[in-house]
């Protein structure tokens, strides 16, 4: 009769172990699991800043690129100008 009642106290103990132990892995998986969780929002957040400073960047590159492709447009739409009114006077002088 003692040996089945030390058998079954010792089952429980080695039970009662277990149970501990597979709570305390649940314990740290969780734990890991909310580490991971806020590295990648934080990781998403700095993300998202990156974008916005690169998408101002190209926007303000891109004004400044057609700001000055109007003014060579300009520029050469002028030369144009002086080259046609030069051309005319010297077709109307042949005229003459």
């Given at each position: 009769?003692?040996?089945?009642?030390?058998?079954?106290?010792?089952?429980?103990?080695?039970?009662?172990?277990?149970?501990?132990?597979?709570?305390?892995?649940?314990?740290d998986t969780d734990k890991a699991a909310k580490d991971?969780?806020?590295?990648?929002?934080?990781?998403?957040?700095?993300?998202?800043?990156?974008?916005?400073?690169?998408?101002?960047?190209?926007?303000?590159?891109?004004?400044?690129?057609a700001k000055k492709t109007g003014h060579a447009v300009?520029?050469?739409?002028?030369?144009?100008?002086?080259?046609?009114?030069?051309?005319?006077?010297?077709?109307?002088?042949?005229?003459?």
């Open positions: 009769m003692k040996s089945k009642l030390a058998t079954i106290l010792a089952a429980a103990i080695l039970s009662s172990a277990t149970v501990v132990f597979s709570q305390d892995v649940a314990h991971v969780g806020h590295g990648t929002k934080v990781a998403a957040k700095d993300t998202a800043k990156g974008t916005e400073k690169a998408a101002d960047k190209t926007g303000h590159a891109t004004k400044t690129v300009k520029t050469a739409a002028k030369d144009t100008g002086k080259g046609v009114e030069k051309a005319a006077d010297k077709t109307g002088d042949a005229v003459k």
